[in-house]
């Protein structure tokens, strides 16, 4: 049983430059969240996707994007990159878009800005 | 003021004691509470979820008091593989996110 994959493991860009990061959410999981940690602080919510489409945003400007794909995979795109973009990139997976489920993490792609 | 707050710590107790923390949340429509684990340069991973009859799972206890808008966690009996930084979460119903407390760092010491 697969659990939450993400890709690539780590990544170095410099400011302005654009990134993908992926993700494939626990077998058996349709809705997938994405979050930013900075070092120190709790993640933060990005955005949810479900059924292909953005569910809920939170305060991320709009150079954040997503997709989802029909099988559930996930891709979060961030442009014209800034120095405090620098964080782990976690994505979370869960069955539903239900309040009571848990989120179910991947391992993270750490970003740095340079 | 956060959503969800913590106190940072960090609790440094030995090993076999007995240590608690605290979580308030503001928002009175939250429906569901949980307690996640933060290994360091790691992902978060699910402690527990909490219920408002509290619950138990093994050396650890999570009690809810909504009316106060609080969550706790209790560990007992400590151990060297306790040390992390521990997560309160909440669920606000129906709106499809977990807002994340910023954590609370424990290291318990031989």
């Known amino acids: 049983d697969a659990g939450v994959t993400q890709s690539p493991t780590h990544l170095i860009k410099t400011r302005g430059q654009q990134v993908t990061l992926r993700c494939s959410p626990k077998?058996?999981?349709?809705?997938v969240s994405w979050y930013q940690q900075a070092l120190g602080q709790g993640p933060q919510f990005i955005f949810q996707y479900y059924e292909e489409e953005e569910r809920q945003r939170g305060n991320f400007p709009d150079r954040f994007s997503g997709h989802q794909f029909p099988n559930y995979s996930s891709e979060l795109n961030v442009n014209a990159l800034l120095l405090g973009d620098s964080a782990l990139y976690l994505c979370a997976s869960s069955p539903g878009t239900g309040s009571n489920q848990p989120q179910h993490f991947g391992d993270g792609t750490r970003l740095s800005i340079l | 003021r956060k959503e969800v707050e913590q106190d940072p710590g960090p609790f440094n107790v030995p090993e076999g004691a007995t240590v608690a923390f605290n979580c308030t949340y503001s928002n009175s429509a939250s429906q569901s509470f949980f307690w996640y684990r933060q290994d360091c340069r790691k992902e978060p991973k699910l402690l527990m979820s909490?219920?408002?009859s509290g619950n138990e799972d093994g050396r650890f206890t999570a009690q809810l008091n909504r009316a106060s808008q609080y969550i706790s966690l209790l560990i007992r009996d400590s151990k060297l593989s306790d040390s992390a930084t521990y997560l309160c979460v909440v669920n606000i119903a129906n709106a499809g996110k977990s807002t994340f407390g910023d954590g609370t760092t424990l290291t318990v010491k031989p």
């Open positions: 909490v219920y408002s």
């Open positions: 077998s058996g999981h349709d809705t």
